[in-house]
């Protein structure tokens, strides 16, 4: 009337680096333990299980799925570095630099070509 199963779940995810934004496999692992039994035995809890789910006597199979993904999904890194990652600088100054030619009568945009008459009409 009971069934513990004991799982070890290993998957290979294609992740995105946080830091360099480039696409990295990493091998995942993972195990957990339940334990199917009566209805009278759910909301325990034991040394060698976690949870304690319902199993029917006429239960012919046993749906697995949901705790191998939830397992496999609980050991992605919350930090995803790809290898190699932490030696590459981190560019730390965006836009344009002061040394720039920019020739400032011209507007970037010239829809604000309306503002730059009302500042010159004051």
């Known amino acids: 009337d009971r069934i513990l199963v004991k799982m070890h779940a ?3 995810a294609e992740l ?9 496999d990493e091998a995942l692992e993972g195990q957990y333990n339940v334990l ?10 034991g040394d060698e299980f976690e949870e304690v789910r319902p199993l ?5 199979e046993i749906d697995l799925t949901d705790m191998v993904r939830d397992t496999l999904l609980l050991a ?8 190699g990652a ?3 600088p981190i560019e730390r100054e965006f836009g344009g630099t002061d040394d720039a030619d920019e020739d ?14 009302l500042e010159d009409d004051e």
């Open 10 to 12: 290993t998957a290979t």
């Open 16 to 24: 995105t680096c946080d830091r360099t934004l480039q696409p990295y």
């Open 36 to 45: 199917f039994g009566p209805p009278s035995m759910v909301g325990q809890e």
């Open 56 to 60: 029917d006597a006429s239960d012919r």
């Open 76 to 83: 992605i890194p919350q930090r995803r570095i790809a290898p």
């Open 86 to 88: 932490e030696d590459e």
């Open 104 to 117: 400032d009568s011209a507007p970037v945009d010239p829809r604000w070509s309306a503002l730059e008459e």
